[in-house]
């Protein structure tokens, strides 16, 4: 009979697991016969010892098969999905989802929501009044047929080992590893029958990856264990040196993807989401990257981007007056207040982590899964680097409530900034495509 113990101590001497090892701490630590100390003392040698790429397909397969897996087959057409690996300011998904829908390509999304310095797209869309992000499966389906997309929160029986197993990371400075960052990522997005996945691979100060190549490794890990699935999946790392656009924060978020999508949203944010879009595009087939990126465009300027994510709105029960006048429907915080600058010059850094926090401990995130989110509050980044600032200007309006933890907020937001009095310049946004 298999033991735990004779697997951890494997594991701990740098041996090399079989599937049938790996499936065994799995399903034991999920019905409950291996307990917590046991997975958290196995979890530390793969902290130390690592597993190599049939391992991680091994702890990928276990995961994934210990929950629900989501049959999109009865959909037509290519199904793309996108997965970033987590930032600041990321409300890609807002942009892109409408956008890919808009050429007729069916959009069956499952996000995630907001967990420490992360944002979530699940929460963003939630601050649309009567917004409804959970579909049981046929409706699901239905709507994607129907309207072309659909965007809801995970189903609670997507890789619940994953789950279980990543609270005890969480606790046990298990996290930051590289085979079980992949594993874990791509137990949930595999359980989804795309076509193809497109990974945004995030590297900078804001990023569980903070250097470019730690980033391109996690990035190539993640993308081999989909390769080793049979599956199509790319990865475009890109930068969270700084925080995606201006606008952090859930309202604030949804109302710079409507600016985005009506051809006026921040250079960056924009740049991005044409980027990813055109990548997606070329995959399925629109040609190469620069005439897909074109096509984006158009799609955008035409206005028939927004349209989709009007229908994405109506179809989930939101109030789609949210397009026309946002600032109106969207609960935004009437209170704010602006830091301003102590010296003319430029702005060389911006710590998105930090601002991730401020933005969490002005209420707008969670530091544990219960916390409840207020989706009114906010930070807006009115400098950004490379941007010139005069000595009494204003770099940051914060958006409060009278629960946020204004005092603290407005600390990291000042640890996150750096000024410089020579020129700057903006951080390249795209990296490498790894596929
Ligand atoms: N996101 C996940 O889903 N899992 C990890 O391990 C890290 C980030």
Redesign the pocket.
């Known amino acids: 009979m298999m033991r735990a113990y004779d697997v951890l101590l494997k594991k701990r001497n740098g041996g090399k697991l079989t599937e049938a090892e790996i499936k065994f701490m799995v399903e034991g630590f999920v019905k409950g016969d291996i307990p917590d100390y046991q997975m958290a003392a196995f979890l530390m040698a793969i902290f130390f010892v690592h597993l190599d790429d049939e391992e991680r397909f091994y702890l990928t397969k276990a995961m994934l098969e210990s929950g629900d897996k989501v049959d999109l087959s009865m959909i037509d057409g290519i199904k793309i999905d996108k997965h970033s690996?987590?930032g600041v300011g990321d409300k890609t998904t807002l942009v892109f989802a409408p956008v890919i829908a808009s050429f007729g390509l069916p959009i069956a999304k499952m996000s995630g929501r907001a967990l420490g310095h992360t944002g979530g797209t699940v929460d963003k869309l939630e601050s649309i009044p009567g917004f409804r992000t959970t579909l049981d499966m046929n409706e699901f389906i239905a709507n994607v047929k129907k309207y072309g997309i659909a965007i809801v929160g995970q189903t609670a029986n997507l890789a619940p080992a994953d789950k279980k197993i990543?609270s005890l990371?969480d606790v046990t400075a298990t996290?930051d590893e590289i085979s079980?960052?992949s594993s874990?990522?791509m137990s949930?997005k595999l359980a989804i029958s795309s076509d193809l996945l497109l990974l945004d691979v995030k590297f900078g100060s804001g990023a569980?990856m903070k250097d470019y190549e730690d980033a391109k490794i996690l990035a190539q890990s993640m993308v081999d264990i989909g390769k080793n699935f049979g599956r199509r999946v790319v990865a475009v790392l890109t930068s969270m040196e700084q925080p995606l656009g201006r606008k952090i924060g859930n309202s604030l978020e949804v109302i710079e993807a409507i600016e985005t999508l009506k051809g006026k949203g921040p250079e960056d944010f924009t740049e991005l989401c044409v980027h990813l879009s055109a990548y997606a595009l070329s995959f399925a087939g629109f040609g190469d990257i620069e005439k897909c990126k074109e096509l984006v465009r158009e799609k955008i300027y035409s206005g028939e981007a927004l349209k989709k994510f009007g229908d994405l709105i109506k179809a989930q029960k939101g109030d789609s007056r949210v397009l026309e006048a946002p600032e109106k429907i969207l609960p935004v915080s009437g209170d704010t207040v602006e830091l301003k600058s102590k010296i003319s010059g430029y702005v060389e850094k911006i710590d998105a982590e930090k601002i991730g926090l401020a933005t969490m401990i002005l209420g707008a995130g969670r530091k544990t899964k219960e916390d409840k989110i207020d989706h009114g509050v906010g930070i807006e980044l009115l400098k950004k680097i490379g941007d010139e600032v005069k000595d009494g200007e204003p770099f940051v309006r914060i958006y409060f409530s009278e629960k946020s933890d204004l005092d603290s907020a407005v600390k990291f937001v000042e640890e996150a900034y750096g000024f410089s009095t020579s020129k700057t310049s903006a951080p390249a946004l795209i990296g490498e495509l790894i596929y």
Request: no cysteine; aromatic share 18%; hydrophobic share 45%.
């Open positions: 690996t987590g990543y990371r996290v079980l960052i874990s990522i949930k569980f």
